[in-house]
């Protein structure tokens, strides 16, 4: 049934605003609760994904934008560098790491 058809019917039927809310209830809910789901799964990816670049320490092992993987060098507040070949650093924005591969022994900056 449509939309048209079942409104026709609640007006026919005199239940009127009360009709169709009973019977639009149940995909009201359904709506509200995979919002909820959701919205939940984002933001704890969210988190989560925060909580690993906050844990990024000098001599990990780390995946960025593009497939380069690196050992990070130094860190800044919203960047760092990452040495990817010997006597070959960059900087990337933290935001471009993707992953931790491997935690490392923190050393000293060169």
Do not use: H
Not at 36 to 53: C, D, T
């Amino acid at each position: 049934m449509n939309f048209l058809t079942l409104s026709t019917e609640a007006a026919a039927q005199g239940g009127g605003i009360q009709g169709m809310l009973v019977s639009f209830g149940p995909f009201i809910l359904i709506i509200v609760v995979m919002y909820f789901l959701l919205f939940r799964s984002q933001s704890k990816k969210a988190k989560e994904r925060q909580r690993m670049l906050d844990a990024i320490r000098v001599g990990d092992k780390v995946l960025a934008a593009g497939g380069i993987i690196g050992v990070v060098n130094s860190i800044k507040e919203k960047s760092m560098f990452i040495k990817i070949a010997e006597n070959v650093k960059i900087e990337v924005m933290r935001s471009s790491v993707n992953g931790v591969l491997e935690k490392g022994e923190e050393t000293t900056k060169e």
